[in-house]
Every structure is written in C-alpha cells, then in structure tokens.
C-alpha cells in the first residue's frame, strides 16, 4: 500500500492560518484521488477537502472560501491551506490517498495530525 506521512498540525488562534502536508511513498503505484478528512471528538469522521489526479477540486461546505486543497503531482505530495480558522475546525485531519497498482485499487490513510483551533 502506499504510506501517508501527515504534517502541519499545531495549535492556532481564531482567524489564523495553517498549512498541512501529506507526503506519499511506494513504488509502482498510480495515485488518483487524495484528499483531506477530518474527525472531532465525538463526531464521524468528515470529507473536508479532495482532489482528483485531473486537478478536480470538492469541499465541505463548511470550509468553503478557507481551505484550499493543492497537489504536487511530481512529489505525489497534497496540501490543505487552511485560513480564516474557527474553533469549530478543531479535530484530527487525516490523509487519504486512492491508488492503483496492477489493476488493483488501494485505499490508504494517513496517521493524522491535531489541528487546535483556540485562543
């Protein structure tokens, strides 16, 4: 499967900004969508942000006009620009990346990284 590493997270005061990374590695597999999903505590985990390998974005609309989601296809790397943050943004954001090698699909996923959202 392909390894996700996630990086970025931290503790932000309202209104700030945060930059999330998630580097991949694994040879031989074709990456098609990655994306970001986030889950707070006590709720389901959530589709925050996703990119397909055409460069096709989608959001949550709760993040909409604040996140940006970006790909580097070269070093199979995605990004979550996060502005404008709100307490409510608080949760552990993971990684996802759906891959095919062979024929087959693979769905993997990252560690996850805290993200605090306070003053």
């Known amino acids: ?3 996700l590493v996630e990086s970025g997270g931290g503790l932000v005061q309202p209104g700030g900004s945060l930059r999330l990374s998630c580097a991949t590695s694994g040879s031989g597999f074709r990456i098609d969508t990655m994306a970001w999903h986030r889950q707070a505590p ?3 985990r959530e589709l925050v942000a996703a990119i397909t390998d055409g460069g096709n974005t989608n959001y949550a609309d709760s993040v909409k006009g604040r ?5 580097d296809y070269a070093k199979n ?10 307490p409510e943004d608080t949760a552990v954001y993971y990684c996802y990346a759906r891959a095919e090698k062979w024929g087959l699909m693979y769905s993997s996923w990252g560690q996850g990284t805290q993200v ?4």
């Open 116 to 119: 605090t959202v306070s003053s």
């Open 67 to 71: 996140f940006t989601i970006s790909r």
């Open 42 to 44: 006590g709720k389901e």
């Open 1 to 3: 499967q392909v390894q």
């Open 77 to 86: 790397t995605v990004y979550l620009q996060m502005d404008s943050l709100k």
